[in-house]
């Protein structure tokens, strides 16, 4: 199958086999003004998904086929980040729990507050635009970071150590004048400020990188009723 273009709009994508279901919350949140894709199942979602399309997801935890708990696993294992607002109408503690620890950003249980459902999708557009910007930015600083020569990376990572010229110059039997060179052009290339802006893009490019897969927005999230 040939997949479409990734949307590059902001869109609330909700996944429901009831139609029913789909029709209302697709009203309800088109009230916010943004774009909205409806799907009757998990593979038919999974067909036209994409990592690199920004919105939120809502979905169904209950639903023939995949059921929503096993489609936000199998977008996790894609590496597919898209905050996701779960909703049903069976809620359990388990449930809830694996959901929230697998990332979802809200759990909602049926029949909900549509004012707390659009302030989740809100929140979860928000967040899915805070994510992306930090990637972005991430993304930046390594592609700064394969300018560097493989000295140049010895150095940059006994800066970040939090080691001087001169502790940098013993450790690798250089001269101090040779390390401060090195890190000049290590200024110039991944284009930092200073060495505490040079710390903190390197460590935090690094840091975000690490945490992908592994983070979980939804710890601040609940089970709503």
């Known amino acids: 199958m040939t997949l479409p273009s990734p949307t590059l ?55 023939p086929g995949m059921t929503g708990l096993e489609l936000q696993e199998e977008l996790r294992r894609r590496g597919a980040e898209i905050p996701i607002i779960m909703l049903t109408g069976y809620a359990d503690v388990p449930t809830a729990v694996r959901s929230l620890k697998n990332g979802a950003v809200e759990f909602l249980e049926k029949p909900f507050d549509d004012d707390v459902l659009l302030q989740q999708v809100q929140r979860a557009l928000a967040l899915d635009a805070r994510r992306r910007k930090e990637r972005g930015e991430c993304d930046d600083v390594f592609e700064r970071m394969t300018r560097l020569t493989p000295r140049e990376h010895e150095v940059l990572d006994l800066v970040v150590e939090g080691l001087s010229s001169k502790e940098i110059a013993a450790r690798i039997s250089v001269s101090f004048k040779t390390v401060e060179a090195h890190r000049a052009k290590i200024m110039t290339k991944i284009e930092a400020a200073s060495v505490a802006d040079l710390v903190r893009l390197v460590v935090g490019a690094s840091s975000l990188m690490s945490g992908q897969g592994n983070r979980s927005a939804g710890g601040q999230g609940a089970v709503r009723a």
Request: proline letters at 5%.
């Open 9 to 63: 709009q902001p869109t609330v994508y909700i996944v429901d086999d009831d139609a029913g279901v789909r029709k209302s919350l697709r009203w309800l949140i088109e009230t916010l003004g943004v774009p909205v894709k409806t799907f009757e199942s998990a593979a038919n979602f999974l067909d036209v998904c994409d990592a690199r399309m920004p919105g939120c997801l809502v979905l169904d935890v209950v639903m």
